[in-house]
């Protein structure tokens, strides 16, 4: 490493001189420091050249140090177009550059910017496409020639998931605005989460000057990090970005390897400005970066950024810059500012009593070197992008260029907000933004630090009056400042090579030439010239692209504008999108009486249910006992998180007949009625029990992971319909058991007085409204009714759900005389396959009709309606191609698992959707697709089990249990 480069202590924020990390770069080996990025560990070794241009193939060396830009994309083992300037150094990490043939150093296509003259823009739109079928010819060597990175095809994805977070405020950007903001909104007692892009918090005061000794940011920094990062009320996510905005403050904010869902009541967007290049001849060169890159790599990194400094200057930053390079030991030979004087006077006086010369009205007309900055042309300005014929040469190996700042302004566009542009005073405002949004700091056009930090407080003040919340100290008065836009930081070379977007290698001629052309919208000049397309998206070129445009059409900036802002703000990989996602995580009233009882819990849906109770190693032997108990005596299970809907009103039954395939316009009050429902294509999605408990009153249950899914169906339905009907989800309002067994009447009837229970007044399928009596003599509201998915006499008993553990002691007490027992899913899910009791989802996909189910018996042939009838009839009209079937096997046999395949000869023929061992029956049983030609009961089909072994199986007649109901039915 190369120490001139390395500046001493207090200098370096991030890095850790007590860490060392050897690393590669193209071959060569190098080390830095923990905390440095690639890039700024380059430096470090005196290591400027990066990558390769898109186009050109010209050399080109960080531009921003903040990774607003793509002059440092670098391929690292596992991924292509790593910004090497975000990027944190690993030790042992291998390295390469991108984009160039032969060695970065001496790239051999580093020759097709000699031709740059045959290659105008849009060249390829008039090149490639003729004679007809030549594109096929050319795109292979377009496609090797771009060499955006190799992709590892043998690399292993990593772990990346999603992750919902809700907050009162959501502050985004982490300088002194968005900090100044959260503190105020945190003391106000709003839940804030403050989001910042960078590993650190502070933003500009963390790197940049704002007075001439130096103080002042340091500071302000540390008393502003004192209180946030100990403030309860703050929730800081640093190393993340806000990727986009979307309704209601909707956020996507991609953390590491987790893509965060935020929904914000309130949000301040203190996202800051981006520094703009100058332009001129060969401003791409390696030596040339923006005044910012070259504060951070000393503020932050502790790297010496050259040896002898040029700084061009649009405002009063650059002298305050010039200061700090001075200050870590880089001669600065010259300060050339654009304007005619700087707004503060004292900054001259400070730099010439250090022996820095100043020109004003002057700017930088050619940068001069080959691989890295020699030396600049220093020429007068004489006119509105015109420079003097003569000039002189100052050398140097680094020039800080800064024309200005534009507000990082693509959140609030992509929230509705206008982009204004004043051409007098070269100022950007925003307007237009919905409300519950607001912009603070320099994204607001505020730039003096006293105005960032009053316009923290009065969009913090805002928020906080919002959410109803009493404010704090009202925030102060705002100050007079200083532009600090150039309004024409253009200067045109004769021999071109004068950048305006660097990602795209275009130049001041290729924006004109496309107005030429007849592309006089700038969002035509971008789609004509890609301009602002790379990965950058126009964070430095939008503004130049927009002033050329102007002028080029006798129109000013702010009836140009510039080219929308879509999300995605940076590159999201797929991982982000594709990651593993968090569900809602529910449990049902009588939860903790699982936990209690010893149950095995496990997922359904959304909830957690019991699958059985007992310990895990005797999984099979509690669900064998249970499913015993509950065939002989009484068994008792949760089934809270069936979905429940209340259809109530006029229409109720009119809405049920269209919506499922039975009939329920003339069921009785006190029934109730399989429910099968199907989709516009025929296919079965949903099925459930529907009770009438009153003419306007219907409660329907759905499965618990189709719940949610068939009442937006009920919703999206009735939109069109209009029906007077109101349908209402009370899934989570009520706590439901259901008690089956030969003793559940009897359990039942010791705690319900008010309803008759015998066969005769309480028939299978009948539904009733009673009291039950808990423990404490007090009286539970109660839903009976009368199903069977278990095939055993039982009642479900559905009750609100804060009475949900009453019940279950209630009936727990009362069933002791009976030996009751608690039973679980999985148990259950024995109970329904011995029933023959097909399971949604699980025994059908998502190409299931209900003749392929034997589930015709529930569709009401005389309706003139119900959605998916007429799909059902063109289904019903062909040969099927499958049946789910039953089907047994010998206890002792090999036993198929969900999803083995069926076979006919050597083909596929469908697949096992259920088996278990069944010790009522003394068999393995299951249901499975099959061949039409397979599905009569005695054949036999081969089924492929595990380590590939065939086993016979023999079609059986469903039910496999209880063929005429009579257990049920008693």
């Given at each position: 490493?190369?120490?001139?480069?390395?500046?001493?202590?207090?200098?370096?924020?991030?890095?850790?001189?007590?860490?060392?990390?050897?690393?590669?770069?193209?071959?060569?080996?190098?080390?830095?420091?923990?905390?440095?990025?690639?890039?700024?560990?380059?430096?470090?070794?005196?290591?400027?050249?990066l990558s390769r241009s898109f186009k050109y193939h010209r050399p080109r060396g960080p531009l921003s140090m903040a990774g607003q830009d793509a002059n440092s994309l670098v391929q690292l083992p596992d991924e292509p177009n790593v910004l090497a300037d975000m990027q944190p150094l690993a030790?042992?990490?291998?390295?390469?550059?991108?984009?160039?043939?032969?060695?970065?150093?001496?790239?051999?296509?580093?020759?097709?910017?000699?031709?740059?003259?045959?290659?105008?823009?849009?060249?390829?739109?008039?090149?490639?496409?003729?004679?007809?079928?030549?594109?096929?010819?050319?795109?292979?060597?377009?496609?090797?020639?771009?060499?955006?990175?190799?992709?590892?095809?043998?690399?292993?994805?990593?772990?990346?998931?999603?992750?919902?977070?809700?907050?009162?405020?959501?502050?985004?950007?982490?300088?002194?605005?968005?900090?100044?903001?959260?503190?105020?909104?945190?003391?106000?007692?709003?839940?804030?989460?403050?989001?910042?892009?960078?590993?650190?918090?502070?933003?500009?005061?963390?790197?940049?000057?704002?007075?001439?000794?130096?103080?002042?940011?340091?500071?302000?920094?540390?008393?502003?990090?004192?209180?946030?990062?100990?403030?309860?009320?703050?929730?800081?996510?640093?190393?993340?970005?806000?990727?986009?905005?979307?309704?209601?403050?909707?956020?996507?904010?991609?953390?590491?390897?987790?893509?965060?869902?935020?929904?914000?009541?309130?949000?301040?967007?203190?996202?800051?400005?981006?520094?703009?290049?100058?332009?001129?001849?060969?401003?791409?060169?390696?030596?040339?970066?923006?005044?910012?890159?070259?504060?951070?790599?000393?503020?932050?990194?502790?790297?010496?950024?050259?040896?002898?400094?040029?700084?061009?200057?649009?405002?009063?930053?650059?002298?305050?810059?010039?200061?700090?390079?001075?200050?870590?030991?880089?001669?600065?030979?010259?300060?050339?500012?654009?304007?005619?004087?700087?707004?503060?006077?004292?900054l001259v006086t400070a730099l010439q009593t250090r022996g820095i010369p100043c020109h004003a009205s002057s700017t930088v007309y050619e940068a001069i070197g080959e691989q890295h900055l020699q030396a600049v042309e220093l020429r007068r300005i004489v006119g509105e992008g015109e420079v003097?014929?003569?000039?002189?040469?100052?050398?140097?190996?680094?020039?800080?260029?800064?024309?200005?700042?534009?507000?990082?302004?693509?959140?609030?566009?992509?929230?509705?907000?206008?982009?204004?542009?004043?051409?007098?005073?070269?100022?950007?405002?925003?307007?237009?933004?919905?409300?519950?949004?607001?912009?603070?700091?320099?994204?607001?056009?505020?730039?003096?630090?006293?105005?960032?930090?009053?316009?923290?407080?009065?969009?913090?003040?805002?928020?906080?009056?919002?959410?109803?919340?009493?404010?704090?100290?009202?925030?102060?008065?705002?100050?007079?400042?200083?532009?600090?836009?150039?309004?024409?930081?253009?200067?045109?070379?004769?021999?071109?090579?004068?950048?305006?977007?660097?990602?795209?290698?275009?130049?001041?001629?290729?924006?004109?030439?496309?107005?030429?052309?007849?592309?006089?919208?700038?969002?035509?000049?971008?789609?004509?010239?890609?301009?602002?397309?790379?990965?950058?998206?126009?964070?430095?070129?939008?503004?130049?692209?927009?002033?050329?445009?102007?002028?080029?059409?006798?129109?000013?900036?702010?009836?140009?504008?510039?080219?929308?802002?879509?999300?995605?703000?940076?590159?999201?990989?797929?991982?982000?999108?594709?990651?593993?996602?968090?569900?809602?995580?529910?449990?049902?009233?009588?939860?903790?009486?699982?936990?209690?009882?010893?149950?095995?819990?496990?997922?359904?849906?959304?909830?957690?249910?019991?699958?059985?109770?007992?310990?895990?190693?005797?999984?099979?032997?509690?669900?064998?006992?249970?499913?015993?108990?509950?065939?002989?005596?009484?068994?008792?299970?949760?089934?809270?998180?069936?979905?429940?809907?209340?259809?109530?009103?006029?229409?109720?039954?009119?809405?049920?007949?269209?919506?499922?395939?039975?009939?329920?316009?003339?069921?009785?009050?006190?029934?109730?009625?399989?429910?099968?429902?199907?989709?516009?294509?025929?296919?079965?999605?949903?099925?459930?029990?529907?009770?009438?408990?009153?003419?306007?009153?219907?409660?329907?249950?759905?499965?618990?992971?189709?719940?949610?899914?068939?009442?937006?169906?009920?919703?999206?339905?009735?939109?069109?319909?209009?029906?007077?009907?109101?349908?209402?989800?009370?899934?989570?309002?009520?706590?439901?058991?259901?008690?089956?067994?030969?003793?559940?009447?009897?359990?039942?009837?010791?705690?319900?007085?008010?309803?008759?229970?015998?066969?005769?007044?309480?028939?299978?399928?009948?539904?009733?409204?009673?009291?039950?009596?808990?423990?404490?003599?007090?009286?539970?509201?109660?839903?009976?009714?009368?199903?069977?998915?278990?095939?055993?006499?039982?009642?479900?008993?559905?009750?609100?759900?804060?009475?949900?553990?009453?019940?279950?002691?209630?009936?727990?007490?009362?069933?002791?005389?009976?030996?009751?027992?608690?039973?679980?899913?999985?148990?259950?899910?024995?109970?329904?396959?011995?029933?023959?009791?097909?399971?949604?989802?699980?025994?059908?996909?998502?190409?299931?009709?209900?003749?392929?189910?034997?589930?015709?018996?529930?569709?009401?042939?005389?309706?003139?309606?119900?959605?998916?009838?007429?799909?059902?009839?063109?289904?019903?009209?062909?040969?099927?191609?499958?049946?789910?079937?039953?089907?047994?096997?010998?206890?002792?046999?090999?036993?198929?698992?969900?999803?083995?395949?069926?076979?006919?000869?050597?083909?596929?023929?469908?697949?096992?959707?259920?088996?278990?061992?069944?010790?009522?029956?003394?068999?393995?049983?299951?249901?499975?697709?099959?061949?039409?030609?397979?599905?009569?009961?005695?054949?036999?089909?081969?089924?492929?089990?595990?380590?590939?072994?065939?086993?016979?199986?023999?079609?059986?007649?469903?039910?496999?249990?209880?063929?005429?109901?009579?257990?049920?039915?008693?």
């Amino acid at each position: 490493m190369s120490a001139a480069n390395r500046l001493p202590a207090p200098l370096g924020l991030l890095i850790d001189r007590n860490r060392p990390l050897s690393f590669d770069f193209d071959g060569k080996p190098y080390q830095g420091l923990a905390g440095d990025s690639i890039a700024s560990a380059l430096l470090a070794n005196g290591r400027w050249l990066l990558s390769r241009s898109f186009k050109y193939h010209r050399p080109r060396g960080p531009l921003s140090m903040a990774g607003q830009d793509a002059n440092s994309l670098v391929q690292l083992p596992d991924e292509p177009n790593v910004l090497a300037d975000m990027q944190p150094l690993a030790a042992g990490i291998t390295v390469a550059g991108q984009n160039y043939a032969g060695s970065l150093d001496k790239d051999r296509d580093a020759l097709l910017g000699h031709f740059s003259r045959f290659m105008p823009v849009g060249f390829y739109y008039r090149s490639f496409y003729k004679p007809k079928g030549m594109w096929k010819v050319w795109e292979p060597i377009i496609r090797k020639k771009a060499g955006l990175g190799v992709l590892n095809l043998d690399f292993q994805p990593q772990y990346h998931d999603k992750a919902f977070l809700f907050t009162d405020l959501a502050v985004i950007g982490a300088g002194p605005a968005g900090l100044c903001a959260a503190l105020a909104a945190a003391n106000a007692g709003a839940k804030v989460l403050l989001i910042e892009q960078q590993s650190y918090l502070g933003g500009s005061l963390a790197w940049a000057r704002f007075d001439i000794d130096g103080q002042r940011a340091t500071k302000l920094r540390d008393e502003l990090l004192a209180a946030v990062q100990g403030h309860a009320n703050i929730h800081i996510l640093k190393d993340a970005v806000c990727n986009a905005w979307f309704t209601d403050h909707f956020l996507p904010v991609i953390h590491g390897n987790r893509l965060y869902k935020v929904r914000a009541r309130q949000c301040i967007v203190a996202s800051g400005a981006f520094d703009q290049p100058v332009v001129f001849r060969n401003n791409d060169l390696p030596g040339v970066m923006l005044t910012s890159a070259a504060q951070r790599l000393i503020k932050l990194y502790a790297v010496k950024p050259g040896q002898r400094a040029v700084l061009l200057t649009g405002n009063d930053d650059g002298y305050l810059a010039a200061l700090d390079l001075f200050d870590a030991g880089v001669e600065v030979a010259a300060l050339i500012d654009m304007r005619a004087q700087p707004d503060n006077g004292s900054l001259v006086t400070a730099l010439q009593t250090r022996g820095i010369p100043c020109h004003a009205s002057s700017t930088v007309y050619e940068a001069i070197g080959e691989q890295h900055l020699q030396a600049v042309e220093l020429r007068r300005i004489v006119g509105e992008g015109e420079v003097s014929a003569e000039g002189m040469r100052v050398d140097c190996d680094l020039l800080c260029m800064s024309a200005g700042y534009m507000p990082v302004y693509q959140l609030l566009c992509q929230a509705g907000g206008k982009l204004a542009y004043d051409d007098d005073s070269a100022a950007f405002s925003l307007g237009g933004l919905p409300g519950g949004l607001q912009v603070a700091g320099s994204v607001n056009g505020r730039h003096a630090l006293d105005n960032v930090l009053c316009d923290g407080a009065r969009a913090a003040a805002a928020a906080v009056a919002a959410l109803g919340l009493e404010a704090g100290a009202e925030a102060g008065e705002f100050v007079a400042e200083a532009p600090v836009n150039f309004p024409w930081p253009i200067f045109p070379h004769p021999k071109g090579k004068d950048f305006v977007d660097f990602d795209e290698d275009l130049q001041v001629r290729d924006i004109v030439n496309a107005t030429r052309h007849g592309y006089r919208d700038v969002q035509l000049v971008k789609r004509f010239s890609t301009v602002g397309m790379g990965p950058s998206q126009g964070r430095h070129s939008a503004l130049p692209t927009a002033r050329l445009v102007a002028r080029a059409t006798g129109r000013n900036v702010s009836e140009t504008g510039v080219t929308t802002a879509r999300p995605p703000f940076v590159a999201e990989k797929l991982a982000h999108v594709a990651g593993r996602g968090f569900d809602p995580y529910r449990q049902t009233a009588m939860h903790r009486r699982h936990l209690e009882l010893g149950a095995k819990m496990m997922p359904a849906g959304i909830w957690q249910r019991p699958a059985y109770y007992g310990k895990p190693e005797a999984r099979e032997a509690c669900m064998q006992a249970e499913a015993r108990h509950v065939r002989e005596k009484v068994g008792l299970i949760d089934v809270s998180t069936l979905g429940g809907l209340d259809v109530r009103g006029p229409d109720a039954a009119e809405l049920l007949n269209r919506l499922y395939t039975f009939a329920f316009a003339k069921q009785p009050v006190g029934r109730s009625r399989y429910a099968l429902m199907t989709n516009e294509h025929g296919v079965v999605i949903d099925d459930g029990v529907c009770a009438r408990f009153a003419d306007e009153h219907f409660y329907v249950t759905a499965t618990t992971s189709g719940v949610d899914r068939i009442y937006q169906q009920m919703l999206k339905w009735n939109a069109q319909w209009r029906l007077n009907v109101d349908i209402t989800n009370v899934t989570a309002a009520l706590a439901a058991v259901n008690l089956a067994g030969p003793d559940s009447r009897k359990v039942l009837e010791t705690l319900c007085s008010d309803v008759e229970l015998s066969a005769e007044a309480f028939p299978y399928l009948g539904v009733r409204s009673g009291t039950l009596t808990s423990l404490s003599g007090a009286g539970i509201p109660a839903r009976l009714l009368r199903v069977g998915f278990v095939g055993e006499l039982g009642y479900e008993i559905h009750v609100p759900a804060r009475y949900g553990e009453a019940l279950w002691d209630a009936l727990m007490e009362a069933g002791k005389a009976f030996a009751i027992r608690p039973f679980g899913v999985e148990t259950q899910r024995l109970l329904r396959l011995e029933k023959g009791h097909v399971i949604i989802s699980q025994d059908t996909d998502g190409m299931t009709s209900p003749a392929e189910i034997d589930m015709t018996w529930a569709i009401a042939r005389g309706k003139p309606f119900f959605v998916g009838k007429r799909s059902v009839e063109i289904l019903e009209a062909q040969p099927l191609t499958r049946k789910l079937v039953g089907f047994s096997l010998p206890q002792g046999s090999r036993q198929p698992l969900e999803g083995h395949l069926v076979l006919k000869g050597d083909a596929i023929s469908g697949n096992v959707t259920s088996c278990e061992y069944s010790q009522t029956l003394g068999q393995i049983i299951g249901l499975a697709y099959c061949a039409v030609d397979q599905a009569s009961p005695g054949q036999r089909i081969p089924i492929r089990v595990e380590g590939g072994e065939v086993v016979q199986a023999t079609v059986v007649k469903l039910p496999f249990f209880d063929p005429d109901n009579q257990r049920q039915e008693l």
